[in-house]
């Protein structure tokens, strides 16, 4: 048997490099990580998640880590931790702060982002993403239907990785939970990369003829 030269070697090493394909990993910020009552002046990082969130716009403007005890109002979000500003509700209480929004920065580029939040209405949650140069490349707003201490969902596809989000919201009162994006990343070869290796190999068997 021909044993392949290093040139072929070589090349078959380079295709790994500049042949991704694009599965997906997930991270969440469930901010189950954090105890209730812990509080950050302006910036902190989720550690499971590798999110880093700045700019808080509530006003006080700091972060505090919320815990809500069950409420079938809530179920993707009680019980357990959730984010928001302005002090919080000792025990088993469920408070949220009013026009509290933030920048976060996400530790790789994404494609994907969904969140749930608690809410006391009327107002709406608009996230912007934007690409490594700063440019907006996705946008969504939610205005939720009226009551108070309800469950709000906002997801978002874009059609360009991002790598940073920012929240703005006019709704009354707010709390963040389940953060959650993906993030694409190269793999193996897949079959596209194995046709080619294979056409290479054929090309170079005829050229040894």
Same mark, same amino acid.
């Given at each position: ?16 490099? @500049?042949? $991704?394909?694009?599965? =997906?990993?997930? #991270?969440?910020?469930?901010?189950? !990580?954090?105890?209730?009552? /812990? +509080? ?79 809410? @006391?209405? $009327?107002?709406?949650? =608009?996230?912007? #993403?934007?690409?490594?140069?700063? !440019?907006?490349?996705?946008? /969504? +707003? ?68």
């Amino acid at each position: 048997m021909q044993q392949v030269p290093n040139r072929i070697a070589r090349w078959i090493a380079g295709l790994f490099l @500049i042949c $991704p394909a694009f599965p =997906t990993l997930a #991270a969440t910020a469930t901010f189950e !990580n954090f105890s209730e009552g /812990q +509080s950050f002046s302006t910036s902190f990082t989720d550690p499971l998640s590798g999110i880093f969130f700045s700019n808080p716009t509530a006003l006080n403007h700091d972060f505090v880590i919320e815990y809500g005890g069950p409420d079938p109002q809530l179920p993707d979000i009680t019980p357990g931790h959730y984010l928001k500003s302005n002090g919080y509700a000792p025990g088993d209480g469920i408070s949220v702060s009013p026009n509290t929004g933030f920048t976060a920065t996400l530790p790789s580029a994404a494609l994907l982002l969904s969140m749930d939040f608690v809410y @006391i209405s $009327p107002g709406t949650l =608009t996230v912007n #993403a934007f690409d490594a140069q700063g !440019n907006i490349v996705a946008t /969504q +707003s939610v205005t939720p239907p009226p009551g108070n201490f309800l469950e709000g969902h906002l997801a978002l596809q874009s059609p360009s990785p991002f790598v940073k989000f920012t929240a703005t919201s006019t709704v009354d009162g707010i709390g963040y939970d389940n953060i959650h994006f993906d993030v694409p990343e190269p793999s193996t070869l897949g079959p596209v990369a194995t046709i080619l290796l294979g056409l290479r190999c054929r090309r170079w068997r005829v050229g040894e003829r």
